[in-house]
């Protein structure tokens, strides 16, 4: 297991790294994005994300839940492959909870 990390690398960029997991969420983890939400759109990149479970896609939708509710707009960069099977089998991409920078850009 490796743990999970978040860092600010600028002001409306989160970069999570490690697993994404039942195991490495906190009550902290999920708090901390919500604290620091200020500017919109906020962009989670999640290109070292090595690990992720439904407890990471759980983690994800109530950060999107709460930004919406904020008036906010989360947008996520390099997905990876394990998160964007999740999202698929639960019949997520449907719903366009999970927006990229791809589409931002591209209309």
Not at 80 to 93: D, E, G, N, V
Request: aromatic share 8%; charged share 15%.
């Amino acid at each position: 297991m490796t743990t999970l990390s978040i860092s600010k690398s600028a002001e409306n960029c989160f970069h999570l790294s490690g697993d994404l997991s039942f195991s490495t969420i906190t009550a902290q983890t999920m708090n901390e994005l919500k604290s620091q939400l200020s500017q919109s759109p906020t962009y989670i990149d999640l290109q070292t994300v090595q690990k992720i479970d439904s407890a990471g896609v759980a983690l994800l939708i109530e950060w999107i839940k709460f930004a919406r509710a904020h008036q906010q707009e989360l947008l996520f960069n390099a997905i990876p492959p394990q998160l964007a099977a999740l999202i698929k089998l639960s019949y997520l991409s449907d719903c366009g909870l999970f927006k990229t920078q791809d589409i931002e850009t591209n209309g």
